[in-house]
């Protein structure tokens, strides 16, 4: 996996073909499109792909989790050279689990790294967006009612105003000593005893994502580090950030002090400690995940 699970994708996201009124009717029109149930994070699953229902196929009693939700343009997805067809697809949240004949409704925590590229990026954009559509009922401004645009995209208030889903950055971060011989791992204390992973931190406003590297693992570890380097990102709708990978190197790394509130325990890990399971790791799905990945696989030495 070249790119962290949830950054793959299959979709076209055709913004000039979304933001017109009439796009998710024409779509309805078209038989090969596609649309994709979203209950919170779970979706449909069947023999490991995500199912894609045509609009007769929903059931007449489906619940939408807001009236005022509409149908929402995904994108289309590309055609496959094993001849697959492509297609719009587009997604609609319901208030509970239906029935899919042969299928599991699955979180995208689960079955995002199993998922291909195709539906990783379906689902991931489904979620994402569900969670922007649910909780913004209401003009960040002024209170007034938002009423939807652009297949499901942006909200107008009533004075005219529009506003967009909401993304966060945030960082997260690979601490190695200076002969890369070992990694940094925190606990933070919202986690089951035993679990550790990268340390991470939102982005100030105001603040450059490498300053943000260096500012967040002094926080939570009181160690100073330097030489931050981008690895990747991922979108992480749990519930609306994204998560920007980074790797940097700690000059003195026996000063770690854990804020004790966040993070109550950090600890270096050699790549023979992790690979014998000395602790519980980030599941797949996580860029995490991904980055330690990457770092056990490498020489000790060969960082950039």
């Known amino acids: 996996m070249q790119v962290p699970p949830l950054a793959r994708s299959g979709l076209d996201r055709d913004h000039a073909t979304r933001i017109a009124d009439d796009a998710v009717d024409r779509a309805l029109e078209d038989p090969s499109t596609r649309i994709v149930a979203i209950a919170g994070d779970r979706a449909p699953v069947r023999d490991g792909r995500l199912v894609r229902l045509a609009h007769h196929e929903l059931p007449d009693a489906v619940v939408r989790v807001e009236p005022h939700v509409p149908l929402s343009w995904l994108g289309r997805l590309r055609p496959l050279p094993d001849g697959t067809p492509g297609g719009v697809v587009l997604s609609l949240l319901v208030a509970e689990p239906f029935e899919v004949e042969g299928a599991e409704w699955r979180s995208l925590r689960e079955?995002?790294?199993?998922?291909?590229?195709?539906?990783?990026?379906?689902?991931?954009?489904?979620?994402?967006?569900?969670?922007?559509?649910?909780?913004?009922?209401?003009?960040?401004?002024?209170?007034?009612?938002a009423a939807f645009e652009e297949s499901g995209w942006v909200r107008r208030d009533g004075g005219g105003g529009a506003h967009f889903p909401r993304t966060d950055p945030a960082v997260i971060v690979a601490i190695h000593d200076p002969a890369d011989e070992r990694i940094l791992l925190g606990h933070n204390a919202a986690w089951p005893e035993g679990r550790y992973s990268l340390i991470a931190g939102f982005v100030d406003p105001g603040e450059s994502l490498e300053a943000a590297v260096v500012r967040e693992v002094l926080e939570e570890t009181g160690l100073r580090v330097e030489r931050p380097r981008y690895l990747g990102s991922q979108p992480w709708p749990f519930p609306r950030s994204l998560m920007i990978g980074f790797e940097c190197v700690a000059p003195d790394p026996s000063t770690i002090v854990p804020d004790g509130v966040e993070i109550l325990d950090v600890r270096w890990f050699t790549r023979d400690e992790l690979r014998a399971g000395a602790v519980q790791l980030p599941g797949r799905t996580s860029i995490a995940s991904w980055i330690l990945d990457a770092w056990l696989a490498r020489q000790p030495g060969s960082a950039r």
């Open 111 to 145: 079955v995002g790294a199993d998922l291909d590229d195709a539906d990783a990026g379906v689902l991931v954009q489904a979620v994402a967006l569900g969670v922007w559509q649910r909780e913004s009922h209401h003009s960040p401004v002024d209170g007034s009612a």
